[in-house]
């Protein structure tokens, strides 16, 4: 049995680790690294850290508009399909690579299979969500991380090769947590526990416009606490674009690095004494790692840390984020929103059933 697995992001890589250690046991994954990720802090260095097979396939695709860039990846994942004629394409969360390799798959008749499946932000403004809900439409085997995306999708009339398995970065979180507290000190960052919010902005309702941006760095430096802030490029490019990079620079309590590895952002996440982020990944290891988290959107599709009260939603054009930090304090994390960290486990047997099941399709 052969698996065609396409991803390209940095937390698509994430995502790969744990499933493939465990797909790799029963059948022949073919790796497909689209490039829309592509430096080594973005990209390369989750390969190297979570030893991540070589890719078969380097795309190199890199950045573009999202006509350009999916075009594109959908023009060579095809002809990587020609050429590995799989059982099976595989294909995580909701970036244009994951559309690109759903697209590619369904009009081949490939089967298709979707980790994170069923998510909804219902905020079609995303490009995210117009992914989510396209692949999810096309996949032949849904993975649903909790019971309510598999309620999102039994709305849309998705209801047959669906399953819950719980989430796959769970997984990943636990394989890791101890590695990452054995290989890295928080004296590398200058940085002490409890004593600093960690940051990350890169979503484009944040990014692509000049006032959000400039609400979100405004009230990050009216915080009280160090803003520890690892920069994804795409803010960066932004900073720079809308003149707003010297304003950051006199912010003291901002501290601006380069993104950093998955163990150091894990380590990073666990002593922080809040998280502030627009990042989906981000939200749930805040969770995870039991720390309150704020996430600067109007909505989210993780929406379980947020009912049980670990998680708020900021709006930064409308309330006073010093505040909100202030007032936030969640106490319960007990609870398993997200799985038994197991699910990469769950993906592998319940594939190597649907192909044995439907070799004919
Ligand atoms: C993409 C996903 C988003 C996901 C995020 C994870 C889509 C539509 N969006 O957003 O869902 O949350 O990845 O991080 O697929 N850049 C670099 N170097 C890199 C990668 C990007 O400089 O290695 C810069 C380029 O200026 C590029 C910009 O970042 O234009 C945006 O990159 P892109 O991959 O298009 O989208 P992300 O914002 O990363
Ligand atoms: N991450 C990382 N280094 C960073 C920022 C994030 O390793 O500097 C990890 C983070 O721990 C999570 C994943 O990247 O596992 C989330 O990716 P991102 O926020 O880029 O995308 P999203 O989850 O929003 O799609």
């Known amino acids: 049995m052969k698996v065609l697995t396409v991803a390209g992001t940095r937390p698509q890589l994430v995502k790969v680790a744990p499933v493939s250690r465990e797909l790799r046991k029963y059948v022949k994954e073919i790796l497909v690294n689209t490039g829309q990720h592509y430096d080594y802090n973005m990209a390369g260095?989750?390969?190297?850290e979570l030893h991540i097979p070589k890719p078969d396939y380097d795309l190199g695709i890199?950045?573009?508009s999202h006509g350009k860039q999916t075009g594109e990846m959908l023009k060579k994942i095809e002809e990587v399909i020609f050429q590995e004629k799989p059982d099976a394409v595989l294909v995580y969360g909701d970036t244009n690579s994951t559309l690109a390799g759903?697209?590619?798959a369904s009009k081949l008749h490939?089967?298709?299979?979707?980790?994170e499946a069923g998510l909804r932000s219902y905020n079609k403004k995303m490009p995210e969500e117009i992914n989510r809900v396209l692949t999810d439409h096309i996949s032949n085997l849904l993975f649903a991380p909790t019971e309510k995306a598999v309620e999102n999708l039994r709305k849309e009339s998705i209801i047959e090769n669906v399953f819950n398995v719980g989430d796959v970065m769970y997984d990943a979180f636990l394989y890791n947590s101890a590695l990452a507290e054995k290989k890295y000190s928080l004296k590398k960052f200058d940085l002490e526990s409890k004593k600093y919010l960690l940051a990350t902005i890169h979503r484009a309702e944040n990014t692509d416009s000049r006032e959000h941006l400039l609400a979100i760095f405004k009230s990050f430096a009216e915080l009280g606490d160090i803003v520890f802030l690892p920069l994804h490029p795409r803010t960066k490019h932004k900073l720079e674009e809308y003149g707003l990079t010297e304003i950051v620079?006199?912010?003291?309590?901002?501290?601006?690095?380069e993104p950093v590895s998955y163990l150091e952002m894990l380590l990073l996440e666990k002593h922080a004494k809040a998280i502030v982020t627009d990042s989906g990944g981000v939200q749930k290891e805040a969770y995870f790692a039991k720390v309150p988290c704020l996430t600067l959107r109007t909505e989210t599709e993780w929406v379980e840390t947020v009912e049980v009260g670990c998680n708020r939603l900021v709006n930064p054009l409308e309330e006073?984020?010093?505040?909100v930090i202030q007032q936030f304090q969640p106490t319960d994390f007990s609870i398993p929103l997200y799985?038994?960290?197991k699910a990469s486990e769950k993906i592998a047997k319940i594939i190597v059933n649907f192909l044995s099941e439907n070799s004919h399709l």
């Open 62 to 64: 890199g950045s573009a």
């Open 339 to 341: 799985g038994d960290g």
């Open 320 to 323: 006073d984020l010093a505040k």
């Open 249 to 257: 620079q006199r912010a003291d309590n901002i501290k601006i690095v």
């Open 102 to 104: 759903a697209l590619a």
């Open 110 to 115: 490939i089967p298709l299979i979707h980790v």
């Open 45 to 48: 260095i989750f390969f190297d």
